[in-house]
């Protein structure tokens, strides 16, 4: 009997030569689909090929491998011991294959623009500085971050989440507490020799105060200047946290601060509670929950929230 020799001299199988590699991830959807249906008519109808196409690739698979895959018999297809010893390498390959997928449709969702509407003081104290760990674990998504938080509506879909100090009171918009937010009464430098006798040595009525212009007249900050004054005018009045900062630190004045932004500003804390902490909410419009990469950010501020919680609140 001849003997089927390669180029090399070598004997190989009738099948094929068992180191070819020429094999295609259909022709193994093939094989688990006939070992599944044991034939294959039933095999075709799952995959939604004709019974020809699927017997040319167990046929192109066995020759690939250089082993008989099944015996054909009249009441359908038996595995050989070949066959039967690589259904479980088979169904890993499957398992890894459908993975491979599923982890590309992640990839594809995890890119993309995410509008993130939250406070000024939030924005440049907690979230810019942490944008570098976040962008290193998710590269494709960009935020596009809107601090004019009086001027964003979820409900609108100006923005697909916020992380912020107002409750959502209406709209088609999830949210949950997050932490809390802590106010103090601040000072510049000159102040640091007052700190150890207390507030008692301080007179409202001859310090100059910092607060926020008329149409941030509403913040409770303000509002907590505006009762602590009795009447007198603020010595200056702006429209950003980071002016107020600059203000208190030049000594122009005392000011109401979030405890986190001041501290790391080195400012003299000489009120620590003033009864206006403000709970921080997380919220996101109900349309974008299956939106993986706004998942990604909603977890991202979560996180982020959860592991500043005494800075934040303070205490």
């Known amino acids: 009997m001849m003997k089927n020799i390669d180029e090399n001299g070598k004997q190989i199988s009738e099948y094929g030569n068992p180191m070819l590699k020429d094999w295609v991830w259909d022709d193994i959807r093939a094989f688990l689909a006939v070992v599944r249906t044991g034939s294959l008519s039933g095999a075709a109808s799952d995959l939604k090929l004709g019974v020809a196409t699927l017997s040319r690739r167990i046929e192109r698979l066995e020759q690939a491998l250089g082993l008989p895959l099944f015996i054909r018999q009249q009441s359908g297809y038996q595995l050989t011991e070949e066959g039967a010893g690589l259904v479980e390498k088979a169904e890993v390959m499957e398992a890894s294959a459908a993975s491979f997928v599923s982890g590309a449709e992640a990839s594809a969702q995890l890119a993309g623009t995410v509008r993130l509407a939250t406070a000024e003081n939030l924005a440049t104290g907690l979230i810019i500085p942490a944008l570098p760990q976040f962008h290193s674990q998710y590269p494709g998504i960009a935020i596009e971050l809107i601090t004019d938080i009086s001027a964003v509506n979820l409900h609108r879909r100006d923005a697909d989440l916020a992380l912020r100090m107002v409750k959502p009171e209406r709209g088609n918009i999830t949210f949950r507490r997050v932490g809390m937010l802590g106010y103090g009464l ?25 607060t926020w212009c008329e149409s941030m007249s ?7 200047v505006k009762r602590n004054i009795h009447g007198r005018e603020p010595l200056l009045a702006v429209t950003s946290l980071s002016a107020q900062v600059a ?18 500003a080195g400012l003299i804390c000489l009120m620590e509670d003033l009864g206006i902490d403000q709970p921080i909410y997380l919220a996101i419009h109900s349309d974008m929950k299956s939106s993986l990469r706004t998942r990604a950010v909603a977890g991202f501020l979560e996180n982020l929230v959860n592991n500043n919680l005494v800075a934040l609140s303070g205490k």
């Not at 509403?218 to 907590?224: R, V």
Request: charged share 20%; hydrophobic share 40%; no cysteine.
């Open 186 to 210: 601040y000072g510049g430098a000159k102040y640091k020799n007052r700190l150890e006798k207390g507030l008692r040595t301080i007179s409202f009525g001859d310090e100059p105060f910092i």
């Open 247 to 264: 203000a208190t630190k030049a000594n122009i004045g005392l000011s109401v601060l979030p405890h986190f932004i001041a501290s790391k």
């Open 218 to 224: 509403h913040l409770p900050a303000a509002q907590w």
